[in-house]
């Protein structure tokens, strides 16, 4: 499963939704308080790989389709109120011109470039790249061309279709692709990106098996995704270190968003404060799905750890 929602400035209501669902047992003060220093870690050379915490070997619980993924792309990325809100939630943060789905700020774009390592020559490839805004607007800053792959038709074209607004036409190309199956040649990449969707995979090992596929020796991956500090549930990832190593990828560092909750909470704010207006933009379904977000998520904001994380495969 691959799409990166990128809805409103960096909160996308199935990212979030989805993260809701994996984080709703996280609610007691205790569990936020005792969470970092009590959590475990895991080796994968003691364990089998489908009992590695988080690892998934099939559909995640309330499994979202790539038709949910057309249809934000195609209907709620119209709502120009639900950008606006995005940028005043976000301030100096929020990338205007990328309009991400996913929480992507500018402090995520400069770290991306710093972990990514690539330039002139090189090839990124995108995976779950949604409307195609972070990585086109990599491949500007970086030199690199790039191939996007997302599950969503809907967000392959509109991406597409922004391209040229960043990138020459030969630079840049998006097809329809899996998370754990791309299509692309092995060892094709010097680097992978992807951003707030790697907890969509229903096998996130064959997820990270892909990226290793698909870098060149050395390569390196560079994705956004919370580690839960108390892990009440199995689609629950304490530590994403074991995962990465039994894909054969090697951690090179970790950090934690900054102000990512309280950019959230603002932005949740301002979508509960707007919610009649939004309505009559994008309708009834997704100004619902937003309200609940905006409710269920927020009190929750505190108790998850948002990291960028950069790994390479070995070489």
Known sequence: MNSQIDLAGGVLILVNAYRDQLEHT????????TGAMCRPTYSPALMDEDSLPGALSGPPPRPISAATFNQAHGVTAHSELVWRLAEQAYGEDYPAEVRPWGMTTFWVLGRCVSGLRVGPGHLLVDLACGRGGPGLWLARATGTSLIGVDW??????????????????DRARFIV??????????????????????????????????????LRPAGRYVFTAPEVRTPTQPFHVPDWTPLLEAAGLE?????????????????????????????????????????????????????????????????
Do not use: N
């Open 177 to 214: 692709g899996d998370l754990a199956a791309s299509g692309l040649p092995d060892a094709s990449a010097d680097a992978v990106l992807c951003l707030d969707s790697i907890f969509f995979a229903t096998d996130r090992i064959a997820a990270l098996r892909e990226v290793h596929r698909l």
């Open 26 to 33: 996280l609610d007691r003060p205790d569990d936020v308080a």
């Open 251 to 315: 951690l090179e560092s970790k950090e934690a968003v900054p102000r990512q909750a309280e950019q959230l909470g603002r932005m949740y704010l301002l979508w509960l404060e707007h919610i009649d207006a939004i309505r009559a933009e994008v309708g009834d379904a997704s100004a619902d799905r937003l309200e609940a977000e905006a409710r269920r998520v927020g009190p929750l904001l505190k108790s998850r750890e948002p990291l960028l994380i950069v790994a390479r495969r070995p070489g």
């Open 152 to 169: 969503s038709i809907v967000g392959v074209e509109a991406a597409s279709a922004r391209a040229s607004h960043f990138v020459p036409a």
